[in-house]
């Protein structure tokens, strides 16, 4: 497996950014573009990548709710996640991603309608449009599993990668976004194994943060720093490292280098007492 995360040092060229990368002792990335407006500069990139040994973990399409209410706001979402599939395949990444989208205002906002039959159809239906307009031949197309929106669970993307029914299609594996209950909070390593049993094949990159269950009504739960949580990173680790030695593991959402390095320093020490190579 690979470990990545942002980058705090300039990386507006493709020697920079392989140059933070390697200061960090990454070997796996963010796509480093966030558009595709020269391809010139895209093909820079992904060969700086190849001749040093970088994975390009994902291309995020995050922000576009390709499911909304409102016709417009989907049109341009499905538009918009068809862009980055584009870049992500020509710049080689392993996977574009974005939550499914949801039925409220909000693009990842939570909404009665998430879970409604005609909703599940409406995923399905912009999913295939996605890909089938951006038609990639190397990269996939990923949905990331969420709290309050398909898919929630191995099972229900399970189901949506038979019903979408897409070769290029691919999951992203983020456990903490599941962890939505006290149950799955304490068992946890049980549910990383259950979604490694039957997404593993499928996985193509992972988000590393951890989750805090705090002691006050009603639920609360909250992502924290790898390393200042529940989350089992020893399942964690070790169910991933079964998979092709390329899946990424990404860390996110955090504030500042020194958090980010403190996270890389945790993942870092659970791979090494796993005598897991990363």
Same mark, same amino acid.
């Given at each position: 497996m690979?470990l990545?995360?942002?980058?705090?040092?300039?990386s507006?060229?493709?020697?920079?950014?392989?140059?933070?990368?390697?200061?960090?002792?990454?070997?796996?990335?963010?796509?480093?573009?966030?558009?595709?407006?020269d391809s010139?500069?895209?093909?820079?990139?992904?060969?700086?990548?190849?001749?040093?040994?970088?994975?390009?973990a994902?291309?995020?399409?995050?922000?576009?709710?390709?499911?909304?209410p409102?016709?417009?706001?989907?049109?341009?979402?499905?538009?918009?996640?068809q862009?980055?599939?584009?870049?992500?395949?020509?710049?080689?990444?392993r996977?574009?991603?974005?939550?499914?989208?949801?039925?409220?205002?909000?693009?990842a906002s #939570?909404h009665?309608?998430?879970?409604?039959?005609?909703t599940?159809?409406?995923?399905?239906?912009?999913v295939?449009?996605?890909?089938?307009g951006?038609?990639?031949?190397?990269?996939?197309?990923?949905?990331?599993?969420?709290?309050?929106?398909?898919p929630?669970?191995?099972?229900?993307?399970?189901e949506?990668?038979?019903?979408?029914?897409?070769?290029?299609?691919?999951?992203h594996?983020?456990?903490?976004?599941?962890?939505?209950? #006290?149950?799955?909070?304490?068992?946890?390593?049980a549910?990383?194994?259950?979604?490694f049993?039957?997404?593993?094949?499928?996985?193509?990159?992972?988000?590393?943060?951890?989750?805090?269950?705090?002691?006050?009504?009603?639920?609360?739960?909250?992502?924290?720093?790898?390393?200042?949580?529940n989350?089992d990173?020893?399942?964690?680790?070790? /169910?991933?490292?079964?998979?092709?030695?390329?899946?990424?593991?990404?860390?996110?959402?955090l504030?500042? /280098?020194?958090?980010?390095?403190?996270?890389?320093?945790?993942?870092?020490?659970?791979?090494? /007492?796993?005598a897991?190579?990363?």
């Amino acid at each position: 497996m690979r470990l990545g995360a942002p980058l705090f040092k300039p990386s507006d060229s493709p020697d920079n950014w392989i140059a933070a990368l390697k200061y960090h002792g990454y070997t796996a990335a963010y796509c480093p573009l966030k558009e595709m407006n020269d391809s010139n500069l895209v093909q820079a990139y992904a060969d700086a990548a190849k001749q040093n040994n970088i994975v390009i973990a994902e291309v995020g399409a995050f922000g576009n709710n390709p499911i909304s209410p409102d016709d417009e706001i989907r049109k341009q979402g499905i538009e918009n996640c068809q862009n980055k599939l584009a870049l992500a395949d020509a710049i080689g990444a392993r996977c574009c991603v974005n939550t499914s989208g949801s039925r409220a205002k909000g693009w990842a906002s #939570p909404h009665p309608d998430n879970y409604a039959p005609d909703t599940f159809d409406l995923i399905v239906e912009s999913v295939r449009n996605i890909i089938d307009g951006a038609n990639p031949t190397r990269s996939y197309f990923a949905l990331e599993m969420m709290p309050y929106m398909l898919p929630d669970s191995p099972e229900s993307n399970l189901e949506l990668l038979k019903a979408i029914d897409r070769e290029q299609f691919a999951v992203h594996f983020d456990p903490v976004n599941i962890v939505n209950s #006290p149950q799955r909070y304490y068992d946890n390593g049980a549910l990383i194994r259950k979604c490694f049993e039957i997404l593993g094949p499928y996985i193509k990159s992972c988000h590393a943060k951890d989750i805090l269950l705090h002691d006050k009504l009603t639920t609360h739960l909250d992502e924290v720093r790898p390393g200042t949580g529940n989350l089992d990173y020893n399942i964690f680790l070790t /169910e991933l490292n079964k998979l092709d030695v390329d899946t990424s593991l990404m860390v996110e959402h955090l504030k500042g /280098e020194d958090e980010y390095a403190k996270a890389a320093e945790h993942i870092r020490s659970v791979a090494k /007492e796993n005598a897991i190579s990363l």
